[in-house]
């Protein structure tokens, strides 16, 4: 997954090649057994003008973990969309994530193939606060 483009004042937090037993799919056999996925994630972060080494200060990429982990295992999910949209907005509840790019893959849908999946890119509506 190619890191989404940083400009200046961006840094980038991601997670990479996650792999998670989740119940996804829409079809019946799909709703009785957690499937392998794979996901990443990669977060466009407004840096904040600080040398401090403060976990505070930086966007804790074991708190997005926690997060994917419990999205992704909680209840069964029809579609990898609907999981990736639900980590995209989970992520951007961070008021200094402007760019969520997320990847999920199913991993063992086809015999001839590695994964199966989606990728989606949201941005922070920075409308309201005139950034």
Do not use: W
């Not at 090649?17 to 996925?37: T, W, Y």
């Not at 403060?54 to 990429?61: A, I």
């Amino acid at each position: 997954m190619a890191a989404a483009v940083a400009g200046p004042g961006v840094r980038h937090v991601f997670l990479r090649d996650m792999v998670l037993h989740a119940s996804i799919g829409i079809h019946p056999h799909e709703h009785g057994a957690p499937q392998r996925v794979r996901i990443n994630v990669d977060l466009g972060v407004a840096e904040q003008a600080s040398s401090q080494d403060r976990l505070d200060r930086v966007v804790d990429y074991e708190k997005v973990a926690r997060t994917v982990r419990h999205i992704a295992t909680t209840g069964h999910i029809n579609l990898v969309e609907t999981l990736a949209e639900r980590i995209a907005l989970a992520c951007l509840e961070d008021g200094r994530v402007r760019l969520a790019r997320v990847r999920v893959e199913k991993l063992d849908v086809f015999e001839d193939t590695l994964a199966a999946g989606v990728e989606i890119e949201r941005r922070a509506d920075t409308s309201s606060t005139g950034g």
